[in-house]
T-cell receptor, first 112, second 115 residues
Framework: TQLLEQSPQFLSIQEGENLTVYCNSS?????LQWYRQEPGEGPVLLVT?????EVKKLKRLTFQFGDARKDSSLHITAAQPGDTGLYLC????????????FGTGTRLTIIP | GAVVSQHPSRVICKSGTSVKIECRSL??????MFWYRQFPKQSLMLMAT?????????EQGVEKDKFLINHASLTLSTLTVTSAHPEDSSFYIC???????????FGPGTRLTVL
């Protein structure tokens, strides 16, 4: 059973456009992370959100944690070719050295 | 900070041989590390949770006798693929847990090809 569903699964847009990726679940998470992975490399942590309704910004990337801590979104403004990659959300049900449940992934391609 | 290394980055072996992959946290101590497998164009699949000084916890469907995990110190976990077969060919990635919010920092991955 996949606890975290991401949408869209694939997204290909022109440089300069805006986009939003969604991460949805029926479970409540204590924390949620977003990662970006490039081909042949390990995922890189972008952000961690822990409070319902929390919004964090990382340059052109805006992350939001849902009020009920069941969902999250990633919004990219003025996408650049360097944003291309596989975006993964991951949630932990509890605090501590807990395993993460990874989302299904969104493969983003920014066309120059 | 929070750098994780993996060695080797790429390995090709013959069917029936065993392959050991090392995962090290370089600038922090990790009581818990994780091993993942990733198939092309797919998300990460957790194989097992590696705890320093105790037995690993394997996910359902992962053969513990096939994928041996040892977490001998706070900075090193190893995954040994025993008697490897072509179906074991995959991208294996480790991560180390740091902080109380379950943030995981990943190694660069190991591409295993079994001929």
């Amino acid at each position: 059973t996949q606890l975290l569903e991401q949408s869209p699964q694939f997204l290909s847009i022109q440089e300069g456009e805006n986009l939003t990726v969604y991460c949805n679940s029926s479970s409540v998470f204590s924390s949620l992370q977003w990662y970006r992975q490039e081909p042949g490399e390990g995922p890189v942590l972008l952000v961690t959100v822990v409070t319902g309704g929390e919004v964090k910004k990382l340059k052109r990337l805006t992350f939001q944690f849902g009020d009920a801590r069941k969902d999250s979104s990633l919004h990219i403004t003025a996408a650049q070719p360097g944003d291309t990659g596989l975006y993964l959300c991951a949630g932990a049900l509890n605090f501590g050295n807990e395993k993460l449940t990874f989302g299904t992934g969104t493969r983003l391609t920014i066309i120059p | 900070g929070a750098v994780v290394s993996q060695h080797p980055s790429r390995v090709i072996c013959k069917s029936g041989t065993s392959v050991k992959i090392e995962c090290r946290s370089l600038d922090f101590q990790a009581t818990t590390m994780f091993w993942y497998r990733q198939f092309p164009k797919q998300s990460l699949m957790l194989m097992a949770t590696s705890n320093e000084g105790s037995k690993a916890t394997y996910e359902q469907g992962v053969e513990k006798d096939k994928f041996l995990i040892n977490h001998a110190s706070l900075t090193l976990s190893t995954l040994t693929v025993t008697s490897a077969h072509p179906e074991d060919s995959s991208f294996y990635i480790c991560s180390a847990n740091r902080g109380s919010y379950n943030e995981q920092f990943f190694g660069p991955g190991t591409r295993l090809t079994v001929l």
